[in-house]
């Protein structure tokens, strides 16, 4: 089992900036790598981000390309989703994930382990 929390989450204006980290507890002692996702409101989870164990490969939806950044710090087992220049359209349940599949994956079903969330809302 693998234990993810994450944090960081809050109440910003459009163009500001935040945060978000996942640390992983438990069974981390295999590579896996992580994504983001997000849920609004009467909307589906859709896919935000992806990065491998290594670090070195991450994928982004089309949507915050440019604006968030993954990374991840392997010793601490914690992944960070910087996001900058907020919308609304931002505003959400953010959570992250873990899988051992190999390519990116995008789809939550590939995924295995999923946190409880950190509300992000993006006011206008």
């Known amino acids: 089992q693998v234990q993810l929390v994450e944090s960081g989450g809050g109440l910003v204006q459009a163009g500001g900036s935040l945060r978000l980290s996942c640390a992983a507890s438990g069974r981390t002692s295999g590579s896996y790598a992580m994504g983001w996702f997000r849920q609004a409101p009467r909307k589906e989870r859709e896919f935000v981000s992806y990065?491998?164990?290594?670090?070195?490969?991450?994928f982004y939806a089309d949507s915050v390309k440019g604006r968030f950044t993954f990374s991840r710090d392997t010793v601490k087992n914690t992944g960070y989703l910087q996001m900058n220049s907020l919308k609304p359209e931002d505003t959400a349940i953010y959570y992250c994930a873990t899988t051992t599949r190999v390519g990116v994956s995008t789809r939550p079903t590939t995924y295995d382990y999923w946190g409880q969330g950190t509300q992000v809302t993006v006011s206008s």
């Open positions: 990065i491998t164990w290594s670090g070195r490969t991450t």
